[in-house]
């Protein structure tokens, strides 16, 4: 099945840095979201992205399905944006395969 | 609209007790899933639904069972608790068809088993 594998899997950044995380996966897919897990527990999605690119304010995502990885891009972060980032990819049956995710803790 | 609600937000069972837990949705979603998410790991997924009356088994079945009688609810049972399921239990929708598959998350279920 398919594999997903994220990096790094801890970055802690000082509030107005950009960062940029990434997402490989092990086959080809046509389903891959990424995610935010906030410090309570709450997972929102960010991005519905099996290709191309899309933004959405600070956050932006690329994902380039024949070389078979994703970039999550966040600019100027807030420590609102602290918490796991989860890449899940997966095929026709919208069955999700997450990876282990990124911790990011964005420091005042 | 309330989203995607589950019952109950925490529980603690002993080993061999069995519980439900509920997950609602009003989106009208055809799709629905369960996955536990353990310490240092992604989310699993246990079971999942993709409409009225269907289940089928994801990644880690063992030990749970599932219904979807309504469209609306997805139910899953643990027959006998065992300490291995302690987890925290989230369910997911998606509205099936057209061109948006974003997966719609519950605030999810703090188990533990003693």
């Known amino acids: 099945g398919i594999q997903v594998e994220q990096s790094p899997p801890d970055l802690i950044l000082q509030e107005g840095a950009n960062s940029t995380l990434r997402c490989n996966f092990s086959?080809?897919?046509?389903?891959l979201q990424w995610f935010h897990q906030n410090p309570w527990g709450q997972l929102i999605n960010l991005f519905y992205?099996?290709?191309g690119t899309k933004q959405n304010g600070r956050l932006s995502a690329t994902t380039v399905a024949t070389e078979r990885y994703s970039l999550l891009y966040i600019s100027s972060s807030q420590t609102t944006d602290s918490g796991v980032y989860f890449c899940a990819a997966g095929g026709a049956t919208n069955k999700l395969i997450f990876g282990t995710g990124t911790l990011l803790a964005v420091q005042p | 609209n309330a989203g995607v609600t589950q019952t109950p937000k925490f529980r603690v069972l002993k080993t061999g007790q069995s519980m439900t837990l509920l997950c609602a949705q009003d989106?009208?979603?055809?799709?629905m899933y369960w996955y536990r998410q353990d310490p240092g790991m992604g989310l699993r997924l246990i079971h999942y639904s993709v409409g009225e009356g269907t289940t089928a088994k994801g990644e880690v079945p063992d030990g749970y069972n599932v219904s979807r009688l309504k469209k609306q609810n997805f139910l899953l049972g643990l027959e006998s608790a065992a300490p291995s399921q302690t987890s925290v239990y989230f369910c997911?929708?998606?509205?099936?068809?057209?061109?948006?598959?974003?997966?719609?998350f519950g605030p999810g279920t703090r188990l533990t088993v003693t």
């Open positions: 992205i099996p290709s």
């Open positions: 997911a929708t998606t509205l099936r068809g057209g061109p948006s598959y974003e997966q719609y």
């Open positions: 989106m009208n979603h055809e799709y």
């Open positions: 086959d080809s897919v046509n389903n």
